[in-house]
């Protein structure tokens, strides 16, 4: 089955500093990557996300990124801000119905913005 | 707030009992999935109901089980508990099976004592 490796697992960053996450994953069959950020004691909610026939996705302060060949997507957050805080998780669907599309997740990086 | 409930947000239990999680989706989403989050861990895909059906397990143990009644809603049971199976749950639910965002439910705190 699909395999997602998440790096780094806590990331720490100064306040308006970049925060970049990357993910591996397994299965060549993966065409969806969705982003998910999990503040403390809430639920995961999608940030953003991409499919296999885009390279790259950006909305205003986040952008992700997207490399099939070497089975790698990558999260990039500029100008952080305090209530960036949180835990990211990254995730890959092989948009198989008879799979049920389940999302197989990263470990997950626990983010740290220092005002 | 994503539309997901989930009842009860906390449950204490003593090992070796069986409690019952629930999950209402989001008005008219037929798939729900759950996941365990273990301290510190990430979301672990258990199993995927779709209309009903059961569509897909992940590493779910066998003294778990869960199902989807006919007005959508999910349950999960967990029985003869131990104390590794303390964690969050969480459902998610999505309208169909494409690959469309998950909407995730607040979550049932589970501790086993």
């Known amino acids: 089955g699909e395999n997602v490796e998440q790096h780094p697992s806590t990331l720490s960053v100064q306040e308006g500093d970049s925060a970049v996450i990357k993910c591996t994953y397994s299965?060549?069959?993966?065409?969806?990557f969705p982003w998910y950020k999990q503040e403390l004691g809430k639920r995961p909610q999608l940030i953003i996300d991409i499919r296999s026939n885009v390279g790259e996705k950006k909305d205003q302060r986040i952008a992700v990124t997207l490399n099939k060949t070497a089975k790698h997507f990558s999260l990039h957050i500029t100008e952080t801000q305090p209530e960036d805080s949180a835990v990211y998780f990254c995730?890959?669907?092989?948009?198989?119905?008879?799979?049920?599309?389940?999302?197989?997740f990263g470990g997950g990086t626990r983010v740290l913005v220092k005002p | 707030d994503s539309g997901v409930t989930q009842t009860p947000k906390h449950l204490i239990t003593a090992t070796g009992q069986r409690v019952t999680l629930r999950c209402s989706p989001r008005s008219g989403d037929l798939s729900v999935y759950w996941y365990q989050q273990s301290l510190d861990q990430g979301l672990q895909f258990l199993i995927h109901y779709y209309n009903g059906e059961e569509r897909a397990k992940g590493n779910i143990l066998e003294r778990f089980s869960a199902q989807q009644f006919p007005d959508l809603h999910s349950e999960l049971n967990l029985s003869s508990l131990e104390l590794g199976d303390s964690a969050l749950y969480f459902c998610?639910?999505?309208?169909?099976?494409?690959?469309?965002?998950?909407?995730f439910g607040q979550g049932t705190r589970l501790t086993v004592v």
């Open positions: 299965d060549s069959a993966s065409n969806y």
């Open positions: 998610a639910s999505k309208r169909g099976q494409m690959n469309t965002e998950a909407f």
């Open positions: 995730a890959a669907s092989n948009g198989i119905k008879a799979a049920g599309n389940k999302l197989t």
